[in-house]
Antibody, heavy 122, light 107 residues
Framework: DVQLVQSGAELKKPGESLKISCQAS????????IVWVRHLPGKGLEYMGM????????RYTPSFQGQVTFSVDTSINTAYLQWTSLKDSDSGVYYC???????????????WGQGSLVTVSS | EIVLTQSPGTLSLSPGESAILSCRAS???????VAWYQQKPGQSPRLLIY???TRAPGIPDRFSGSGSPTDFTLTISRLDPDDFALYYC?????????FGQGTKVEI
């Protein structure tokens, strides 16, 4: 079975750095795009961008370009989402999801991680 | 960026009734690039429909999708108590993928 297991909840202060993880199993990690989605409190889902583990090709939406960094470690089938300087407005739930195989399409998202809650507060 | 507008915001129905959820796109979207997800409180979204009308594995046939190129519909026939949840449409046919704001189906 395809599974994406994300790291646990984080409580951080503004200005701190953070890296959350998404470990994949049950399929060939390098051949499917990993998509990152944000869910803000009381709001809907927001597409952040995606990364192809096969060659670390990362694509960001304009809203997130320069704000976060996607990376992967194919030796442990894990994708990462990183911030260097968190803001209060980064608080939310972050999901990784499996996107398309090969083609750079951000969907359909057929398997999702359980979500990582990030709380940024002074 | 394509805006997806879902309506209604909330649908109040009873088990056994049918639900019709709408998703309108601000520009044309290819049928192959439209999906629907179900999300329950405290859970991750679950893929229901992809390619506008194809059910994901394990999804009951009371869920069906249709539409194009700017108007898409998710129909849930014979609502089961387990179907009361939040539903999102999703397009990924353009450079920036987007989601609708969601429709809540409640009892």
């Amino acid at each position: 079975d395809v599974q994406l297991v994300q790291s646990g909840a984080e409580l951080k202060k503004p200005g701190e750095s953070l890296k959350i993880s998404c470990q994949a199993s049950g399929y060939t990690f390098s051949t499917y795009w990993i998509v990152w989605v944000r869910h803000l409190p009381g709001k809907g889902l927001e597409y952040m961008g995606m990364i192809y583990p096969g060659d670390s090709d990362a694509r960001y939406t304009p809203s997130f370009q320069g704000q976060v960094t996607f990376s992967v470690d194919t030796s442990i089938n894990t994708a990462y989402l990183q911030w260097t300087s968190l803001k209060d407005s980064d608080s939310g739930v972050y999901y990784c999801a499996r996107g398309s195989r090969g083609s750079p399409l951000a969907g359909p998202l057929d398997s999702w991680g359980q979500g990582s809650l990030v709380t940024v507060s002074s | 960026e394509i805006v997806l507008t879902q309506s209604p915001g909330t649908l109040s129905l009873s088990p056994g009734e049918s639900a019709i959820l709408s998703c309108r796109a601000s520009q044309s979207v290819a049928r192959l690039a439209v999906a629907w997800y179900q999300q329950k409180p405290g859970q991750s979204p679950r893929l229901l429909i992809y390619d506008t009308s194809t059910r994901a594995p394990g999804i009951p046939d009371r869920f069906s999708g249709s539409g194009s190129p700017t108007d898409f519909t998710l129909t849930i026939s014979r609502l089961d108590p387990d179907d009361f949840a939040l539903y999102y449409c999703h397009q990924f046919g353009h450079a920036v993928a987007t989601f609708g704001q969601g429709t809540k189906v409640e009892i």
